[in-house]
């Protein structure tokens, strides 16, 4: 099997910190990051999950439109 079928073929873990691409580093610490086009972006880190989540939407948007 190919690389691909094997990714597709992976279970996706659900997110403990509830949003996708946002991870708790250390007690308090929220890192954001988003694989794109198989490049990893770092996009930073906060102290709350949902202001890293805010920040990567963001950061996704400007992906999309071109700005980034």
């Known amino acids: ?5 094997q990714s597709m073929n992976k279970r996706v873990r659900p997110s403990k ?3 996708r691409g ?3 580093r250390l007690p ?14 770092y996009i930073g880190h906060f102290h709350s999950a ?7 939407e963001k950061y996704i948007e400007g ?4 700005s980034l």
Do not use: C, M, P
Not at 28 to 41: C, N, P, Q, S, V
Not at 63 to 66: P, T
């Open 63 to 66: 992906l999309i439109n071109g």
């Open 1 to 5: 099997s190919t690389q691909h079928e």
């Open 28 to 41: 308090g610490f929220f890192t954001a990051e988003i694989t794109w086009h198989r490049k990893y972006h």
């Open 17 to 19: 910190t509830g949003y």
């Open 50 to 56: 949902e202001d890293a989540a805010a920040a990567r």
């Open 22 to 24: 946002v991870r708790e």
